[in-house]
């Protein structure tokens, strides 16, 4: 008779689907987990510019082939047979409950690790049923990130959209619905600090690295990462970003005016 974690294994299954990255427990005040799998096709709807050099195949641990196999399999399972997955994710999901609860803090999932699903329509009563989880993404899909800024996504549910280095308007537009916003920052160095990037007055900057707690964040933040796992397709300069944020401040009016001229401008930089 064969163990469970060998039946799983018999049937190309990966025994968790949720686990825990050395970013997650980094300055955590939650127990944070979350869901890697294979970026790319319609799990990135918006990864044209990021994914020849997304993270996922790169950066961390995400260079070892087992671990891109693992993500393979949990991909697999997911368009092979979503209940079955489902259910999986809902067993895991109550597994790291029980283990938060044990350690006396929150729990804290994000679903896109490394893809960017719909995961409000692939499971719309996932966070209905766990009104204690904290569940938060990044995300590229503009109108998915201004619906849950505007209250038309579930409650436990955060999300910040991240720009890609190149559609400054979207990432404009984003932030101006008051949804919090997310850029990489080329050539920041890890003993650098915000203060040292010089950005404009008025908004609210925040350190991306030193947590990944992004649900911590005010509303209508500028969360800056530095770039990780060498060059990324969707960083862009402090210079290029010094403009960019000025815009952020700018009446749309003013922008629209002047956003041609100035994104012409990014590309020479680039």
């Not at 790169?58 to 259910?87: P, S």
């Not at 919090?180 to 950005?199: A, C, F, T, Y």
């Not at 008025?202 to 209508?220: C, M, V």
């Not at 402090?238 to 001229?261: I, N």
Request: charged share 30%.
């Amino acid at each position: 008779m064969p163990t469970k974690s060998k039946k799983w294994k018999s049937h190309g299954r990966p025994k968790n689907l949720i686990t825990q990255n050395r970013k997650q427990t980094k300055g955590a005040t939650c127990h944070t987990v979350g869901l890697s799998l294979t970026p790319g096709g319609n799990r990135c709807a918006e990864s044209r510019y990021c994914l020849p050099t997304c993270l996922a195949f790169q950066a961390g641990m995400n260079r070892f082939r087992n671990v891109q196999e693992a993500k393979k399999r949990k991909t697999d399972w997911l368009y092979q047979d979503r209940a079955g997955f489902l259910a999986r994710l809902r067993a895991d999901i109550a597994r790291e409950k029980r283990k938060a609860k044990r350690l006396g803090l929150p729990l804290a999932v994000r679903l896109n690790v490394t893809s960017d699903l719909d995961w409000v329509g692939l499971a719309p009563d996932l966070f209905d049923d766990n009104p204690e989880v904290i569940f938060y993404d990044y995300t590229k899909i503009l109108d998915r990130a201004i619906a849950a800024a505007q209250g038309k996504m579930p409650k436990n549910y955060r999300l910040h959209f991240s720009h890609d280095g190149h559609t400054d308007q979207r990432l404009i537009e984003a932030y101006r619905a008051g949804v919090s916003v997310v850029v990489v920052v080329k050539g920041w160095r890890k003993d650098q600090s915000v203060s040292d990037l010089r950005l404009p007055n008025g908004l609210h900057y925040i350190d991306g690295d030193e947590h990944d707690e992004r649900f911590r964040d005010p509303a209508n933040s500028v969360v800056l990462l530095r770039e990780k796992g060498g060059k990324t397709g969707l960083s862009i300069s402090p210079e290029v970003a010094r403009e960019l944020f000025a815009r952020l401040r700018t009446p749309a009016r003013a922008a629209r005016s002047t956003g041609h001229k100035t994104r012409s401008a990014h590309r020479a930089r680039r």
